[in-house]
């Protein structure tokens, strides 16, 4: 039998929206929760899989902390890609399987955002074959950097490093985080209640703060940087 | 029926999935689910490209007289539009006549999930029974609070007047039954569109289309439409005395209007998207969506002219029904798919609808 | 930089049937676990001694000594990452290995098209408890005595958790009729230069840099190094093996052929087939039908099923006995498809989509037939197949960079996309497809594709695991660990 609400209902149901209490929640009880079923840190990138749609047009979100953040921090920074462009842009056409690639400077980080076909291990390694130099010059921009110089040779720990800072990607489909943080986690078969679904993400975040939300829209999903180009007659 | 208490052995039958789905507050003499619904016509026009991938015959260069019926996924006879609940969009496209001058028809039917419950059958069985309506608690303010500070999600207040709660036994189902999953919060997360014509409609199961040459394809089928998909906000205050086009058939007044208003060349129109599975894709596993980066084609326009003239001959007496397909188009070995074509001839027989099109009987007792 | 080739200490302490293959008729591998960290050792000192009549000695690769008869019987280790756990090496030193040796090729499934029936938890033991999966200890002899006899030595110091046994067909075939190990790489310094290699073919494809397949020398792109696992004893001049269990669908395939070759009948196109003008060079006895399927299966895999290339059978007009050469390129107006197998693994120096990629991905494979005779007259369910090693000096850069994006996803042509490799590749009959070649009906003749559709998977994995093959010095090293 339903009632109409009490003013205790009433009061409960407007916390939500009630700054002391979304205060409360930040600086006590996520904490608590944090401390009692922390979740580890999910890898960055796609996850593999084996259908050519999940190989093809592939998110890349790649995010460098800047050593300077200042302004003339990001002025070097700034130069540094300038100088370096036409060197990038060549070496991606050498690559062979980049959509688009856009360098951004946000908040304290040096960002690379690409799209791109197939594993981004080859993606990289082959970039590097091409540009290691101008990598180098990058490196030297951001936290961490100075001990991959030179990327050429060492380029493992510099692909297992961008792997580090290419951000999580959230699944398109809300309930496979279980899935994946059951994973992570060496557990399989788990219940899971669907009203947790809101602590599980809270928790992920915590582990992951910065995560690409989905793994986004494409106009004409399914067909490589190379096939666009042959069909619309530029050769590839 | 069985007793509250005691659920139906498996193997899942027609009759009794639908003994399940009937409730106390619907109605036998029409549909167990999507009992509420109002049908439209128009016409399909296929895309340029359409013909490549399916030699189906509304797939051929034409345009192509369709009915349509949105509906209400719940089984209460009673409207309330408002209320979060899932939408249907069954459609019946009339196909060129054949040689001897029969008429052919073929359907789709979709809803506003992008993925079923179950995989099989009898767990649909054991799914529509954990799920099963129950009398409707308001959840106490000291449960709701101990959720607030687990940080899980407080349950859903009943709707004024809403004796009946539709997803506390699917969400306790869910917690064992993975595959369950994904369904049940898109669909206790789903609200109510502004209008029928404003939502996405997809048909989950995969059917196999084959082209002129021979080359078949595992698909999946949604309708987008083109003005766009938008939700009532339902953090309004309810209003129990509701200005005209927001009470609690407000969708079906929208529907009227809209359709009576739009002048000329201006119907409301819904792209028809095929996405193509690859292999590794769960082909016959309706539980499972498919992502975004599948290959999608546009197949085609639907566009909704009027509301049909009889509304229990060409809306509550049509079967429609996911197996009446025609050349070109076949059904995957998806279970569900298969058991639905079944059971929804079963529920068309119960309720007095029109003979069934498989039935044979003469093309003019079946359709207008 | 070091030297691209072996310097004198270098030479001698690699292990065998890297550089050059045994040929040997019979194998087995034996898939072994450290259950006594101490007796493992014990038994690599041993090996690599040669001292102890019970523990066989490593093989190493030997220059060719006039008067000295080759080995009749070798014996190999590889280590995968818990196996070198197993033994005791150093965190530091266990970190200082690639990722995708660390995790195994148990949980880089999704990577290598591992789905389906080819998933490892489809896989049997010892596979399914990869875990346990420490060394693989391979023996190559002339007879099963001496294969028993290594076992049972190796059995005393080590847990025998599983037994491949292998053998060679006759004319160096594999399952599915083709004539296998045609083209492997020929290494700078080591394989003799010249224009000509040792069958007296001109030579056309470049010799590679040592370092693709041993880690510290240089590779072919310019200032690129793989990291060397540390220790340095232990990892200089070692290299990595993908050692893989195929099971192979022979009459599957002998039924896919048959049923394209109606197919192409039916459609009408079977005599515009590219290769069927070679067919008659190359089977001189089979005709229609028979010959018909020949020209798929040739096109299919990128050669003959007699190991003639499709770009080089041509040669056959003038001199009918030539035999297969591995000297070819694809121009722009090949004879071979693009999909088929041998191309799209190994583009050479036709056009790719990577286009620093020529040349770069190589694989040095060695592989022998397992399970039951095959009797095409007699159709069976029995398992048979091929037990591959894939080696080189990187997998990520080498074996799984060819299997993720050019044997199966197809990326390195714009015209295979979207296309997995037809012999090996991770098809299901619902999705896949493959263009063959035709000639034009209309003059001047060129070459058109067709599609077909509907392979099946041809090749399901049942086990496999990556190892380390160090040298003997590496392997020195680990029996004198510690811990």
């Given at each position: 039998m339903?009632?109409?609400?009490s003013?205790l ?18 600086n ?41 953040p ?8 700034a130069?540094v ?17 980049v959509?688009n690639?856009r ?28 540009i ?17 110089k030179?990327?050429?040779?060492n380029?493992?720990?510099?692909i ?6 290419d951000?999580?990607q ?6 496979d ?12 078969g788990?219940?899971?209640?669907v009203?947790?679904?809101p602590r599980?993400y809270?928790?992920?975040f915590?582990?992951?703060?910065d ?15 190379a096939?666009?180009?042959?069909s619309q007659?530029?050769?590839? | 029926?069985?007793s ?6 498996p193997p ?7 003994d399940?789905?009937?409730?106390e ?5 029409k ?8 049908a ?5 026009a296929?895309?340029s490209?359409?013909?490549r991938y399916c ?5 051929q ?18 409207p309330?539009d408002n ?6 969009m069954?459609t ?7 040689a ?19 995989k ?15 009398p ?7 449960r709701?609070?101990?959720?607030l500070l ?7 207040d009943?709707?004024?007047g ?11 189902y869910?917690?064992?039954n993975a595959a ?10 789903i ?9 996405a409609y997809h048909?989950?199961h ?5 082209n ?7 698909v999946?089928?949604s ?5 766009g998909v938008q939700?009532?906000?339902?953090k309004a205050?309810?209003?129990p005395d ?9 969708l079906q007044?929208?529907?009227?209007h809209r359709?009576l208003?739009s002048?000329?060349?201006?119907h409301?129109r ?14 016959d ?10 290959v999608?084609i ?9 509301i049909?003239s009889?509304?229990?001959a ?5 079967c ?17 798919l298969?058991f639905r ?20 009987a003469?093309p ?5 | ?15 065998g ?6 040929k ?12 006594d960290r101490t ?15 019970d523990?066989?000695q ?29 033994l ?9 290995f690639?990722t995708?040796f660390?995790?195994?090729m148990?949980?880089r499934a999704?990577k ?8 490892p938890?489809?896989w049997p033991?010892p ?15 002339t007879?099963?005595g ?11 110091s ?6 491949h ?18 083209s ?6 080591f394989h ?14 470049p010799?590679?840099p040592?370092?693709?397949?041993l880690?510290?020398k240089?590779?072919?792109?310019r200032?690129?190094?793989?990291a060397?696992p ?10 990595f093996?993908?050692?893989?269990v195929?099971?192979?669908d022979?009459?599957g395939?002998e039924d ?9 009948q039916?459609?009408?196109?079977a005599?515009?087939?590219v290769?069927?003008e ?5 089977y001189?006895?089979l005709?229609?039908?028979d010959?018909l ?18 770009q080089?059978?041509g ?11 591995n000297?070819?390129?694809y ?11 041998i ?16 040349f770069?991905?190589r ?16 159709p069976d369910n029995?398992?048979?197949g ?21 044997l199966?996803?197809g990326?390195?042509s714009p ?6 490799d037809p012999?090996l ?16 009906e ?16 041809f090749v399901?994995?049942?086990g496999?695991a ?18």
């Amino acid at each position: 039998m339903t009632s109409t609400p009490s003013w205790l209902d009433r009061f409960v149901d407007g916390l939500p929206d009630k700054g002391w209490f979304q205060f409360l929640a930040r600086n006590l009880v996520v904490p608590y929760w944090v401390w009692r079923d922390p979740r580890p840190k999910l890898p960055g990138g796609p996850r593999s899989a084996p259908q050519s749609g999940e190989n093809l047009q592939r998110m890349m979100n790649l995010i460098m902390p800047l050593k300077d953040p200042s302004p003339i921090g990001r002025a070097k920074a700034a130069l540094v890609v300038a100088q370096n462009v036409d060197e990038i842009f060549a070496g991606l056409d050498n690559v062979g399987t980049v959509h688009n690639a856009r360098f951004l400077l946000l908040g304290n980080n040096l960002c690379m955002i690409s799209v791109y076909d197939g594993d981004f291990t080859n993606y990289i390694r082959d970039f590097i074959a091409t540009i290691g130099s101008v990598f180098d010059a990058i490196m030297d921009l951001v936290e961490g950097g100075d001990d991959l110089k030179p990327t050429e040779q060492n380029i493992e720990r510099f692909i297992d490093w961008v792997h580090a800072h290419d951000l999580f990607q959230v699944p398109d489909f809300p309930t496979d985080l279980f899935t994946l943080q059951d994973e992570a986690r060496g557990l399989t078969g788990r219940d899971h209640s669907v009203l947790s679904l809101p602590r599980d993400y809270i928790l992920q975040f915590h582990a992951n703060p910065d995560v690409s939300l989905g793994g986004g829209y494409r106009a004409y999903p399914g067909v490589s940087a190379a096939q666009i180009r042959e069909s619309q007659g530029m050769g590839w | 029926m069985d007793s509250p208490d005691t659920p139906p052995p498996p193997p899942a039958t027609p009759q009794s999935i639908i003994d399940i789905l009937y409730r106390e507050d619907g109605d036998r003499a029409k549909r167990p689910v999507h009992t509420i619904g109002i049908a439209v016509r128009g016409f399909f026009a296929p895309s340029s490209v359409a013909s490549r991938y399916c030699r189906a015959a509304h797939f051929q260069p034409g345009r192509y007289p369709v009915i349509v019926r949105f509906s209400n996924g719940s089984g209460c006879k009673d409207p309330h539009d408002n209320w979060s609940d899932v939408r249907g969009m069954a459609t019946r496209f009339t196909l060129p006549a054949t040689a001897g001058g029969k008429k052919t028809y073929t359907d789709l039917i979709a809803m506003t999930l992008n993925e079923f419950f179950s995989k099989t059958p009898d767990d649909f069985q054991e799914f529509a029974w954990a799920a099963r309506p129950v009398p409707y608690v308001r959840q106490s303010a000291w449960r709701k609070l101990l959720a607030l500070l687990r940080l899980t999600l407080p349950l859903r207040d009943p709707y004024p007047g809403e004796t009946i709660s539709p997803d506390l036994g699917a969400i306790n189902y869910a917690t064992t039954n993975a595959a369950a999953r994904p369904g049940v919060v898109e669909a206790a997360g789903i609200g109510a569109p502004v209008s029928y014509l404003r939502a996405a409609y997809h048909a989950v199961h995969t059917f196999i289309v084959t082209n002129s040459d021979g080359v078949q394809r595992p698909v999946r089928f949604s309708w987008q439409p083109v003005l766009g998909v938008q939700t009532l906000d339902q953090k309004a205050p309810y209003d129990p005395d509701p200005e005209p086009g927001n009470g609690d058939s407000y969708l079906q007044d929208e529907l009227r209007h809209r359709l009576l208003t739009s002048i000329g060349k201006d119907h409301p129109r819904f792209s028809l998207m095929m996405t193509i599975g690859e292999a590794g894709d769960a082909l016959d596993d309706p539980t499972r969506p498919w992502p975004p980066r599948r290959v999608r084609i546009m197949m085609g326009t639907l566009s909704v002219h009027e509301i049909v003239s009889d509304p229990d001959a060409d809306c509550e007496r049509l079967c429609f029904n996911p197996g009446l397909l025609t050349d070109g188009i076949e059904m995957s070995a998806d279970k569900v798919l298969k058991f639905r074509v079944e059971t929804y001839k079963l529920s068309g027989r119960m309720r007095g609808a029109r003979e069934c099109p498989f039935s044979g009987a003469s093309p003019d007792d079946v359709h207008p | 930089m070091t030297a691209g080739y072996l310097v004198e200490d270098e030479i001698g302490i690699v292990q065998g049937n890297i550089l050059r293959g045994y040929k040997l008729p019979y194998v087995r591998h034996l898939v072994l676990e450290v259950a006594d960290r101490t007796a493992a050792r014990a038994f690599l000192g041993a090996a690599v001694a040669g001292d102890n009549p019970d523990v066989p000695q490593i093989t190493t690769e030997q220059p060719d000594r006039p008067g000295v008869p080759k080995a009749t019987v070798t014996f190999n280790l590889g280590f995968t990452w818990q196996g070198l756990k197993a033994l005791g090496l150093a965190d530091q030193e266990l970190r200082s290995f690639p990722t995708e040796f660390i995790e195994g090729m148990t949980r880089r499934a999704a990577k290598l098209g591992d789905f389906g029936d080819s998933d490892p938890c489809h896989w049997p033991s010892p596979y399914r408890q990869p875990d346990r999966v420490h060394v693989i200890a391979s023996v190559y002899a002339t007879d099963e005595g001496e294969l028993n006899t290594v076992q049972d030595q190796v059995s005393r110091s080590f847990k025998v958790i599983g037994v491949h046994n292998g053998y060679a067909l006759p004319e160096g075939k594999v399952y599915f009729g083709y004539k296998d190990g045609m083209s492997q790489p020929r290494f700078v310094g080591f394989h003799g230069s010249g224009p000509r290699d040792g069958k007296n073919h001109r030579i056309v494809e470049p010799e590679d840099p040592l370092g693709t397949v041993l880690l510290g020398k240089p590779t072919r792109l310019r200032d690129l190094e793989y990291a060397i696992p540390q220790p340095d004893q232990l990892g200089r001049l070692g290299t990595f093996n993908a050692f893989r269990v195929l099971q192979q669908d022979c009459f599957g395939f002998e039924d896919f052929l048959t049923s394209t070759a109606e197919l192409l009948q039916k459609q009408g196109v079977a005599d515009r087939l590219v290769g069927n003008e070679h067919a008659k060079l190359v089977y001189p006895e089979l005709k229609g039908r028979d010959a018909l399927r020949e020209v798929i299966a040739a096109q299919l895999c990128g050669r003959w099923r007699t190991g003639m290339p499709m770009q080089l059978a041509g040669i056959l007009k003038s001199n009918p006995d030539a035999q297969p050469s591995n000297q070819f390129d694809y121009g722009s107006h090949a004879l071979c498809p693009v999909g088929s197998h041998i191309r799209r693994n190994n583009p050479r120096g036709g056009e790719v989509v990577q286009r620093i990629a020529n040349f770069t991905r190589r694989l040095i494979r060695r592989g022998m037939c397992y399970g039951h005779p095959l009797d095409l007259k007699r159709p069976d369910n029995l398992e048979r197949g091929l037990l591959g090693n894939f080696i080189g000096a990187s997998l990520g850069a080498q074996f799984e960079a060819v299997m993720c994006d050019w044997l199966n996803l197809g990326l390195n042509s714009p015209e295979i996309t979207g296309s997995n490799d037809p012999l090996l590749g991770a098809n299901t009959v619902e999705t896949s497809w493959f263009d063959l070649n035709l000639w034009t009906e209309v003059k001047p003749k060129t070459i058109e594709k067709h599609r077909i559709h509907g392979l099946p998977r041809f090749v399901t994995t049942r086990g496999g695991a990556y190892t380390f093959l160090p040298t003997v010095a590496g392997i020195s090293y680990l029996a004198g660990l510690r811990s």
